[in-house]
């Protein structure tokens, strides 16, 4: 098997197929990155996943998650103040979460240079929104890259971890979903090995970098000048890539996927316009768009989500008197779902119907979608199927991020409203406010709780909210792949000191607190009314480690035997708890309504068997005997 | 070479993942240009997953349009005909894995299962080569590797032999793993 870590530190230039993802990570050992911080999130989990396969001891990096999106932001900052050359990863959403400090980056003297890379997610694959954070750029004063390809994502990381370090400011490498999945022969360059620097150079003869009273308004002077100087060196050759069409007289004018996706489309056309790829969306590279617009009668921006460059290259045209007819977004749905090439064809279509000849009738399945799920033996199912029975129909429940969410599908339909990480425990105080009448469940993950879970909490108990919190505690980051947060005793590097959620919770003064195994029904039942029928803030932790990851653990150990239940068909009387209610994807039904149990699927745990009213389910004959898990 | 255009998809647990790596990587030891990609996200919660990879040509996207792929793989049955249904090109091959993992609306009762002759049916209609495979297992979550063997050993990936998926599997899995799944690829 080729080894991951060891292909990273190779001292010679070589070429693998890899992700992405992973081509960032050996970006980031050429360029010398030094820290590297992270809180998971996909579309970006594999960089760190990439970096943790190189061994402990052989690491010319630091890396670590952090307990969320600001506080790596802020350790990365901290660590480049310092004069390491440090790196920042995470999902677009967590932008919103570093944003306070986020903001700020530019105002400071990065000693080290600091690349922050944003993994924004088109089409909301797996995050709550599709936002576009290129907005943020702007408020920030932080110049953009934005690769299309993994070959690009490993130079453009190369070129952004340069500026940054020549400039001493932040520059946001943007991936997108599919940049950082896509799979494609990456050349990669040498290596001349290194290790982190131990020097510190934190140095503040320029005066503390504290941007307060007028020193504020200065820092942003400068911050303001950095920004044009780093947009005039991103006006190159290597950013803006102009591609001839056989019609001259039409242009396109596009950055990232999209880009792609428009090739593509136009491998069936025979009219194809002229193309400025532009690798730099911000600052816009003036010079490139200008003369662009000045050699085309019409233009086309062709960008997924808002209207950036749109905007930019607009006002670009009106201050120079340009006369070009420029078109960009023409109705709402050009700001919605990734620019694939079915969309752009659509898109592209809209405005010029001759150049793109649309596929005959749209190919739409006649299947309903299968949604995610959670895993067979879940404990956060067996928690779900009790506490519905605990509630009254007319009961509120609030969702928070993480596996857990997914019971807010059917059957359980448990979790009615979901802002964003840890926002539980607020919206569910807002809706406890004057509401006499309606119960409020909110549930959260016990990597959220941590993540920034514990100021709803501290205010529930400063200001006597009346609801009940239930941390659904499954011991690790299970939803983005297994990471290690700070209860579980473990970081990126080795063992640490395990933070307790109960103890978190009786720290911060939380009296009713009850906690029970989530494959206990009956017991979680009535734990969860009791909770619910005392005034003021009650929280019930229902706790089972994450199936998958321990059935993943299990496999590796050659003892192990794969255990299922199955359905006694006597004793079967077709009520269907199980396969409805319960819902674990094991149980199959028959048109004839006999419910089997996949073997394929059933992991043996029999959370199950206490579900069947007539006592139907058990383990399979040569599977007793033995204990579950 | 024109390029060739793949569409797999199955449900979220199933593999798809080493199944995609495998097909890419046998396209490299081949000679050929190749890229890819795979939905991640939610996969591995028993949603839908799904993996494009292209072959030959020059690399535009990883990602294939609607009715454009020549080969349609899919490890599961209701997965099957959705994506011969959106992705298969008319006059193309569907290879599925003929299992079931019913979506929940079937487990709900409020829809029937896909059957076997549905999926027929389909590429029928589509016209769309058909194949199913089925064959015992010593262990379920080989249902990829045995995929790929057959695709190997009906040729369905021009240019790509079963020495090429060989070596593929070689740089992707270890020791005692490898020489299970290489039973499952090369064997009957
Ligand atoms: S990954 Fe773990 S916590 Fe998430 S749904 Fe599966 S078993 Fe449950
Ligand atoms: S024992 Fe099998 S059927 Fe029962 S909950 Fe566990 S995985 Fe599902």
Redesign the pocket.
Known sequence: MKNLGEMLLRTEPFSEIVLGNTALARAMIESGTEVVTSYPGSPTPEIASALLSVPGEKRPFYFQFSTNEKVATEVACGASLNGHPSCVFFKSVGLNVAADSFVQLSLLELEGGLVAVLGDDPGANSSQNEQDNRHFARMAYIPVLEPSSPSEAYRYYLEAMALSRRQKMPVILRMTTHVCHGKEKVAFGAWKGGTVSTESRFDTSGGPMVPLTAAALEMKRRSLARLSLAGCEMDSPAFCEVRKGTDSSRGVITAGLPFRSLLDVLEDSDRTPDILKLGAVYPLPEKAVEEFLRTHGQVKVLEELDDVLEKDIKALAFDRGIRVSITGKTDDDDRIGEFTPDKVAEVLAKTWPDMVPLRGAKRQPSLAPRPP?????????SAFHAIRQALAKEDITVADI???T?GFLPPYEMGEVLLSMGHSTGTGAGLSLFNRSRKVVSFIGDSTFFHAGLPGVVNAVFNNHNLTLIVME?G?T??TG?QDHPGAGRNANGPSEAIPVRGVLEGLGVKSIREVDAYSQAKLIELVKEAMAEEGFSVVIARHP?????TREQQRNPDYVRKSVEVNQETCDRLHVCVESFGCPSFQRDEDGTVTVSRELCIGDGSCIQTCPVKAIGLRKENRGGETA | MKRFDIYMSGVGGQGIGLLSEAVIRAADHAGLSVCGVDTHGLA??GGMVESFVRIGGEVTTPLVRKGSAFLVLALERTEALRAAEAYAASGGVLLYFDTLWQPLDVRLGKADAVSAEDVEEACRRLNVRHMAEKRDLPDVRMQNVALLSRAAKEGLIPGVEMEHYRKALEDLLPGKVLAANLKVLEGQ
């Open positions: 799920q959670m895993c067979p033996g879940c404990g956060h199912r993480g596996c857990h997914l499954n690790t299970a939803m297994h994450c199936m998958l990851k321990y | 591995q919660r």
